[in-house]
């Protein structure tokens, strides 16, 4: 790993290539251009907006962080997408109903100017979605193949010095992991074969990683984790990070349940639904697609609250997930969660949450952290899963059985001492005994 003023500079443009060009791809590149144009401020965007402590409380050394670390700037990103409808981002946006008119009339230029390749797409891992505006090929190897052409030409067009490969399409089906994914030998025979355990999202991710570009699943789909492809990061020296942007109702789980276990109050249920009525909810209407994105929102109160550890806490909770589709919602979502607790004597208490959020708001300026940061860590010669990143995922990825981390404050706190050690700068612990000398 590469630190302090060994880091590789930012120069040059930043390749940024998206898989769909759907409500959340179209918001972030609308807000990129936006902001590029000095329209709007980066709200809810870390990397930009942050600031960061840089040794004692007294030194009032508070930079932000982009002042801090040497991130691409905004002016540097050219955009590629792929997506199976042939839409341009202005025509999908305005489809997407997420941004008012007139900012997409202010921006229609630029948006017009990103018109989708075809993607690599099969109904048979999205059972709800059809598209019309989709590659060919004898088989998913030579698919593959046609993605890297694509970026290739790209590069070249655009004078390219890095780029950064980011999944912000649908959910696909529920997958279990197969024996042909266990190296990357039997993985390429597999997509010679049409191998159906190997789906879109693994033909993307290999493509990228083949050539030596960092892959980001936004997604819950399984791609990243399977063997071959991990062994391919390492390989080709690649930092990749995953998975499921963490948005609406699973934000708030990662900042109310590490709070309730802090002060040790018990948890008997957990109950979460959603209203979504954008091309998303239409997905997830499907059983196979839900159960993936199911399985991923799932996971976040057992690795937070350490049942196995607090069994008289947490040892017998009830929790369930359900995800509407309701078209006249569209992209704006409403979670409701009711949470059953209990304290001192056992006796029981109660939170409700109505959460009325904008998943394609929320989820924009995770798609540029993630970008800016991945780019950074290639640059780092940080290679493979990126656990410091999992401030940013539902499903955060870890090393084979390591426990992953989803309690947003100590990820964030790993976010910030990472850049902290990048830079060379003391680690932050909190313990502050250095301000009370009697101590």
Known sequence: MLRGTDIKPAEGKLGVLIVGLGAVSTTFVAGVEAIKKGYSEPLGSVSQMATIRLGKR???????????????????????????????????????????????DS??????????????????????????????????????????EDIRSFKAEKKLNRMVLAWAASTEIYLEPNPVQDTISSFEQAMQNNHPAISPSMIYAYAALKMGIPF??????????????????????????????????????????????????????WFSTNILGNRDGEVLDDPESFKTKEVSKLSVLESILEQDKYPQLYGNIYHKVRINYYPPRGDNKESWDNIDIFGWLGYPMQIKINFLCRDSILAAPVLLDLILFTDLAMRCEMFGVQEWLSFYWKSPMAAPGLHPENDLFIQQTKLKNTLRYMMKEDLITHLGLEYYDQM
């Open 58 to 104: 007294t030194d009032n050394r508070t930079p932000l962080i982009r002042d801090f670390v040497p991130l691409a700037q905004l002016k540097d990103l050219e955009f590629l997408a792929w997506d199976i409808f042939e839409s341009d981002a202005y025509e999908a946006a305005c489809k997407a109903g997420v941004l008012e008119q007139p900012i997409l």
């Open 107 to 148: 921006l229609e230029n630029e948006l017009r100017a990103l018109k989708p390749h075809k993607a690599v797409f099969s109904s048979d891992y999205v059972k709800k979605l059809h598209g019309t505006h989709v590659k060919q090929g004898a088989n998913k190897l030579e698919l593959a193949q046609q993605l890297m």
């Open 216 to 269: 980001i699943n936004g997604a819950p789909n399984l791609n990243l984790e399977i063997p071959a492809l991990r062994e391919l990061s390492i390989q080709n020296k690649v930092a990749v990070g995953g998975k499921d942007f963490k948005t609406g109702q699973t934000l708030m789980k990662t900042i109310i349940a590490p709070g309730l276990k802090a002060r040790m109050l018990g948890l008997n249920g």
